[in-house]
């Protein structure tokens, strides 16, 4: 990408008076994005508001705007992960920031390097923001303590993903108008989702109402001390919802066996055609990818354009990681 | 050494033995490394001429603390803590006596390993380091060590230290085999198949941390079966830190019907809860994890009504290397030594306590327990001794800890009580400044 195209100086999204959406600028009152756990409604509304202006400047042919032109973005990923990091390059190349993919598997623990060494070693380079993904739970709050630049969490271990809870309530919102009193089932491997932990905290704050559908080896125990109804049959968790939302079966984070075989919890919490009839007629399906077909979801309803919504959240993960980047880095760039 | 005089008379102290329920303003004399004599009248007569005093106006006097588990380093990690630097901080803390676990590396499961922890300690001479030897070889739970030999040549206890003895069998004939020679059997209550993999006590903060927990189930579980083998076989057994009320319930109950069994906590578990991990605090992560309220609550009353006999520091020394980690990965531990006695004051000072129960589980049941004549006044014994001033406020600062790690939790916490004064055979080896 071209780095040194023309910035799209009249852009309204890019304005940073925030004239676009006729409200002054939101400064969000935190350095970092590293959960939804303890943002209200208040905090996360205008992201969603901006990241729908965000949608429109993606869709059109030039999509460059100047607004973090000269600053340093580093995606610094401990795990796999195709989308999470190609929808944050977008997002900030699409800002005009420069952008770094670091992949950093288990190799540099076992030259010695710990994480703190590494968070150490990337702020004397002066960045302005750093994404991080991490196996473990808290790495990347523990990281953020060593850092200045802004620190974006793009997952860490079973505790959050708080961009993805974004996108899915951006998601929402623009194909059910609003958030409040929806009801939402989350179905599938809560117990190792974070995700799901985030879509929890964000869907309560916001009025939704949520429930969780899995076996209970699934399920952490006191998920029901989060605020959501726990089901442990799809019949009974799709009973008149309005949105199904699908976990992927976290097979590889599983140490010992969680449930007997792939083929009977297809059987028994797999989303097909049959099980999604207890949902309401206009229920939305979403999955936060990357899917297992046959495993989670059936592919007749995961690529069934009148219900699933699943390629929307991957358009939308961009949109929203343009508005996470711009409203944070008003907190640390242009601040008085 | 000759300088010193033999005779000191510790003066105007008030005298609390534990063991006999002495409680009243008084006078001790120690000649060389002994007790000579003590009480409220002793110096009705007149001090002896020779004798050097040691005026402790306002502060009491007790027998010196035993601390039953510690974990030192020495040998194999000296970077987290060495006999030197533990020695330091258990006289610091008022503690007389320790009893280190085999947890070392190479694990203290023979003779010469017994024998290294001694030399060591007679070389740094401050407080007294007792050895506790492994149960199983290497601490792998699998074949018995040479508890016979490592009894005779001074082990006071036997545990796997950090590790469960997890095998039915091992530990059926590990208590049966110990009833030849009397030896105390200490379990660390754990089950491990169902603590795998958890970094803090399961519940709603786990859940939402995302970290995997460690059900209070792991850890009632394995007492009851151990309750069963001692049934079967009569051995001695002390079950180490409890943490959680199930275990409260069920070591009382044991107790009701009969069962000579022991067991001891530490002061984190009375004072803190899993709520103090807050945001992946790696420095409240430890084996076992800090429970929820309802737990320290159960733990407190185990304490007040003698369920639990001991209190013991259970101290983890760790580096900030295996501190500053993600909480999954950090290593467990609370360094514990010089914050026994002042966390456990606090538990008087609340009333939930009163001072000769808390004194008595740290000082003449655990000596009691390690088979030492320590933990009493007794004329002629060992002048092991600690003053502290029960009403002197403070706030615990982990870099004036002397423990060569600084991973205590406490740290900035609000405490009243702490020594003034330790001395271990008559010899001052700790003073307030």
């Known amino acids: 990408m071209n780095d040194l195209a023309p910035p799209l100086a009249q852009a309204p999204a890019c ?113 302005d923001v750093l994404v991080v993904r991490h196996p473990e739970s808290g790495a990347v709050k523990l990281l953020s303590r060593k850092v200045n630049c802004v620190v974006i969490n793009g997952g860490d271990g079973n505790h959050e993903h708080p961009t993805q809870a974004l996108l899915d309530a951006l998601t929402i919102l623009r194909r059910k108008g609003r958030l409040d009193g929806l009801e939402v089932a989350i179905c599938g491997d809560i117990l190792h989702s974070r995700v799901a932990r985030s879509n929890i905290h964000l869907l309560n704050a916001v009025g939704a109402r949520v429930r969780v559908v899995a076996p209970p080896t699934l399920l952490p125990a006191a998920i029901g001390r989060l605020g959501v109804d726990v089901h442990h ?31 009977e919890y297809f059987h028994f919490f797999g989303l097909t055609r049959e099980k999604l009839a207890f949902a309401k007629p206009d229920a939305l399906i979403m999955h936060p990818g990357p899917m297992n077909r046959g495993v989670e979801i059936d592919s007749e309803v995961a690529d069934d354009i009148k219900r699933s919504v699943i390629l929307d959240q991957v358009e939308l993960g961009v949109a929203v990681r343009m508005a996470c980047l711009d409203i944070l880095t008003r907190q640390a760039g242009d601040q008085p | 050494m000759n300088a010193r005089p033999r005779l000191r008379a510790l003066i ?157 069998r091992v530990m059926r004939r590990a208590l049966n085999y110990a009833r030849t020679f009397g030896l105390l059997i200490v379990q660390h209550p754990e089950e491990p198949t169902l603590a795998a993999g958890g970094a803090m006590n399961a519940g709603e903060l786990a859940t939402r941390l995302g970290l995997a927990g460690i059900p209070a189930a792991a850890e009632v579980i394995m007492i009851e079966r151990d309750l069963r083998l001692v049934e079967l076989t009569g051995g001695r057994y002390h079950i180490a830190h409890v943490s959680t009320a199930l275990a409260v319930d069920v070591i009382r109950q ?28 790696t420095f409240a992560k430890v084996s076992p994890p800090l429970r929820s309220e309802t737990d320290r609550q159960a733990i407190i009353e185990g304490l007040a009504d003698g369920t ?126």
Request: hydrophobic share 45%; with cysteine.
């Open chain 1, 233 to 263: 049959r799809m019949e009974t968790g799709l009973e008149g919802v309005d949105i199904v939302m699908m976990l992927r079966l976290q097979l590889e984070r599983m140490q010992g066996q969680f449930i007997p075989s792939v083929r």
């Open chain 2, 308 to 433: 639990i006999d001991v209190i013991a520091s259970d101290h983890t020394p760790q580096d900030q290397d295996s501190k500053r980690l993600p909480f999954a990965q950090a290593a467990a531990g609370i360094i514990g030594l010089e914050t026994l006695l002042p966390l456990t004051l606090s538990l008087v000072n609340q009333k939930r306590l009163d001072l000769m129960t808390a004194l008595r589980a740290l000082t003449e049941r655990p000596a009691r327990l390690l088979g030492q004549p320590l933990g009493r006044l007794t004329i002629g014994g060992p002048a092991d001794l600690v003053a502290f001033d029960p009403e002197i406020a403070w706030r615990v600062d982990e870099t004036a800890l002397r423990s060569k790690s600084k991973n205590a939790p406490f740290d900035g916490l609000a405490v009243r009580g702490r020594a003034t004064r330790t001395l271990v055979d008559g010899r001052t080896v700790f003073a307030l400044e």
């Open chain 2, 12 to 168: 105007n102290a008030r005298l609390l033995d534990p063991a006999t329920g002495l409680d009243s303003s008084g006078h001790l004399l120690i000649d060389g490394t002994r007790i000579a004599d003590f009480g409220p009248r002793l110096f009705n007569d007149g001090l002896p001429p020779e004798a050097e005093v040691i005026d402790l106006t306002g502060a009491c006097l007790a027998p010196g603390l035993v601390d039953m588990r510690v974990q030192i380093g020495e040998p194999g990690n000296e970077h987290k803590e060495t006999i030197l630097t533990a020695s330091l901080a258990a006289a610091a803390g008022g503690v007389t006596a320790v009893a280190c676990l085999p947890n070392t590396d190479p694990p203290i499961d023979d003779v010469s390993g017994l024998e290294f922890i001694a030399r060591r300690a007679r070389e740094v001479k401050l407080v007294k380091v007792f050895a506790q030897a492994a149960v199983t070889r290497q601490l792998g739970g699998k074949e018995l060590a040479e508890l016979g030999l490592l009894a005779e040549a001074g082990a006071v206890a036997f545990t796997d230290g950090t590790k469960a003895i997890a095998d039915a």
């Open chain 2, 254 to 281: 044991a107790k009701q019907r009969g069962l000579a069994i022991t067991c001891d906590t530490a002061p984190h578990y009375f004072s803190l809860t899993e709520s103090d991990v807050g945001d992946y605090r």
């Open chain 1, 15 to 127: 304005d940073r008076s925030g004239a676009s959406t006729g409200a002054p600028a939101f400064l969000f009152p935190h350095r970092d994005l590293l959960a939804i756990y303890g943002l209200t409604a208040a905090e996360i509304f205008p992201i969603l508001d901006l990241a729908d202006h965000y949608v429109a400047l993606n869709r059109r042919p030039n999509k460059k705007s100047a607004l973090l032109s000269g600053r340093t973005l580093v995606n610094l990923f401990f795990e796999n992960s195709t989308r999470t990091r190609t929808s944050f390059e977008l997002a900030a190349k699409r800002l005009g920031a420069d952008v770094i993919n670091m992949a950093v598997d288990g190799s540099s623990v076992k030259k010695g390097e710990t994480l703190i060494d590494t968070a150490m070693t990337l702020n004397a380079m002066h960045l």
